[in-house]
Nanobody
Framework: QVQLVESGGGLVQAGGSLKLSCAAS????????MGWYRQAPGKQRELVAT???????NYADSVKGRFTISRDNAKNTVYLQMNSLKSEDTAVYYC????????????????WGKGTLVTVSS
């Protein structure tokens, strides 16, 4: 019974910063990749950033240079530092993690958080 819980969302002015956190808990043997996705009003959910177990990262072009994804494996937590925020960044941000419930699993299972709202005002 794995759970992902996001925190850190809120209201911020354009040009400001926020840091999101997502902690995984429950039956976890190990975690492969983790990531952040977002869904803006009237738009499809899109990938924001991902990070592998060895800390290799990928970013959407729209956030590269402004956002930084990181993880703390000991805490089963992934972070998203968001700087120079724009109104276009307004969205519900969702945490994702590919998790191995036990050593018997070759493939991990994707889990999702419930999301945290980020609103950027101009």
């Amino acid at each position: 019974q794995v759970q992902l819980v996001e925190s850190g969302g809120g209201l911020v002015q354009a040009g400001g910063s926020l840091k999101l956190s997502c902690a995984a808990s429950g039956s976890i043997f190990s975690i492969n990749a983790m990531g952040w996705y977002r869904q803006a009003p009237g738009k499809q959910r899109e990938l924001v950033a991902t990070i592998t177990s060895d800390s290799s990262t990928n970013y959407a072009d729209s956030v590269k240079g402004r956002f930084t994804i990181s993880r703390d494996n000991a805490k089963n937590t992934v972070y998203l530092q968001m700087n120079s925020l724009k109104s276009e960044d307004t969205a519900v941000y969702y945490c994702n993690a590919n998790i191995y419930p036990s050593s018997l699993y070759r493939r991990g299972i994707d889990y999702w958080g419930k999301g945290t709202l980020v609103t950027v005002s101009s």
